[in-house]
């Protein structure tokens, strides 16, 4: 199994400019998660997909950010405008769930700088 | 509202046990216990996890309390490639388990 897949692993962009990380889940996941970690925050929940729909988006930080699940096998995470403060590695994971106590797969993560 | 603590950080010697500590004293009668770690510049990784009975697997043993409020993960033998940040969390058992994580525990691992 190839795992989850993120491109791209490094991106360095300008203010401004917008971002899109993709992210490829496990084949036969239903669940998929966006995180995001810097030193500061630490690991911190995005948002979550549940059959491709979006359950909790909450940890969004603000209106810049935008996800899409258009199918089970793809998701994208945008940033638009991006801002330095976004700079940051940001992390796909998915799942399959059963209800149960899940386990959840990282991905390698997009390791984004904001310039 | 931190539903685990953790100690920041251990160190242990290479070939002996690492035994880390969470504490998770709120935890509710549905929620598992789950641990995971993360190595330098990788995705988190699952290691092991329970709700109310000790668990091992190949890669750790995790030991839950009677009264549920704490937990301890061991690693039996400890290598360098060992060296991580640990994260115990606490989940409730429902689908899609959206965990959330604190600071964990830095563990070096020395020769």
């Known amino acids: 199994d190839a795992g989850v897949i993120q491109s791209p692993r490094h991106e360095v962009t300008e203010m401004g400019q917008e971002v899109t990380l993709r992210c490829k889940p496990i084949?036969?996941?239903?669940?998929l998660f966006w995180y995001r970690q810097t030193m500061m925050r630490g690991l911190e929940l995005l948002i979550y997909?549940?059959?491709?729909?979006?359950?909790?988006d909450s940890g969004m930080p603000e209106d810049r950010f935008s996800a899409k699940m258009p199918n089970a096998s793809f998701s994208t995470l945008k940033i638009q405008p991006s801002e330095p403060r976004d700079s940051a590695v940001y992390f796909c994971?998915?799942?399959f769930g059963t209800g149960g106590a899940d386990t959840i797969y990282f991905g390698e993560g997009s390791w984004l700088t904001v310039v | 509202d931190a539903k685990t603590t953790q100690p920041p950080s251990m160190d242990c010697a290479e070939g002996r046990a690492a035994n880390l500590p969470c504490n998770h004293s709120t935890i509710s009668g549905n929620e598992y216990v789950y641990w995971y770690r993360q190595i330098h510049s990788q995705g988190p990784q699952y290691i092991i996890h329970g709700l109310k009975n000790n668990e091992t697997n190949e890669m750790a043993s995790l030991i839950i309390t009677e009264d549920r409020k704490s937990s301890t993960l061991i690693l039996p033998h400890a290598t360098l490639r060992d060296t991580a940040v640990y994260y115990c969390?606490?989940?409730?058992?429902?689908?899609?388990?959206?965990?959330?994580f604190g600071g964990g525990t830095r563990l070096m691992v020395k020769p």
């Open positions: 969390i606490v989940s409730p058992h429902n689908a899609g388990n959206m965990l959330t």
């Open positions: 997909f549940n059959n491709n729909v979006p359950i909790d």
């Open positions: 994971a998915s799942s």
């Open positions: 084949s036969g996941h239903n669940s």
